[in-house]
């Protein structure tokens, strides 16, 4: 059978939506990026790009960042095939010559019913403003 693919546009209805505080993000089950992807944004113009093609065209405008004092990193899992996975940041760590970012990868376990539906879940968080190399690591 044909699995149906599920999309709320990013920021919409399937999304964990943080954008108030000190520290915004966005996390969720369904974008328009469909291949694993880490991120690191620095620049309003690079945000505004990664947002058209995460919203899939259905959101017009990027959310704000303050790109002066903020940059945006974050995990896109790919398409995965069923409902019940997601991507997490785990921990965000400055180190004297990078940042490390610790992610996550989850999936319904073993035999557990979900539903069969293609989802794209993903993590985005602001953090402070940094010139440092950026790694990502998958805890496992």
Same mark, same amino acid.
């Given at each position: 059978?044909?699995?149906?693919?599920?999309?709320?546009?990013?920021?919409?209805?399937?999304?964990?939506?943080?954008?108030?505080?000190?520290?915004?993000? =966005?996390?969720?089950?369904?974008?328009?990026?469909?291949?694993?992807?880490?991120?690191?944004?620095?620049?309003?113009?690079? =945000?505004?790009?990664? =947002?058209?093609?995460?919203?899939?065209?259905?959101?017009?405008?990027?959310?704000?960042? %303050?790109?002066?004092?903020?940059?945006?990193?974050?995990?896109?899992?790919?398409?995965?095939?069923?409902?019940?996975?997601?991507?997490?940041?785990? %921990?965000?760590?400055?180190?004297? %010559?990078?940042?490390?970012?610790?992610?996550?990868?989850?999936?319904?376990?073993?035999?557990?019913?979900?539903?069969?539906?293609?989802?794209?879940?993903? %993590?985005?968080?602001?953090?402070?403003?940094?010139?440092?190399?950026?790694?990502?690591?998958?805890?496992?």
């Amino acid at each position: 059978p044909a699995k149906a693919r599920a999309f709320a546009p990013a920021g919409g209805a399937g999304s964990n939506e943080k954008t108030k505080g000190p520290n915004p993000s =966005w996390k969720g089950a369904a974008s328009g990026i469909t291949a694993f992807r880490t991120v690191v944004i620095r620049t309003s113009e690079a =945000w505004a790009s990664l =947002w058209i093609e995460h919203s899939a065209g259905q959101t017009s405008m990027a959310p704000m960042v %303050d790109f002066e004092s903020f940059m945006v990193v974050g995990v896109f899992a790919g398409t995965k095939p069923t409902a019940g996975c997601a991507v997490e940041i785990v %921990d965000i760590r400055t180190m004297p %010559d990078q940042i490390i970012v610790n992610y996550r990868e989850t999936s319904p376990p073993a035999g557990m019913a979900a539903a069969a539906v293609l989802t794209q879940p993903y %993590d985005l968080r602001v953090i402070p403003r940094t010139n440092l190399p950026v790694t990502f690591l998958r805890e496992l």
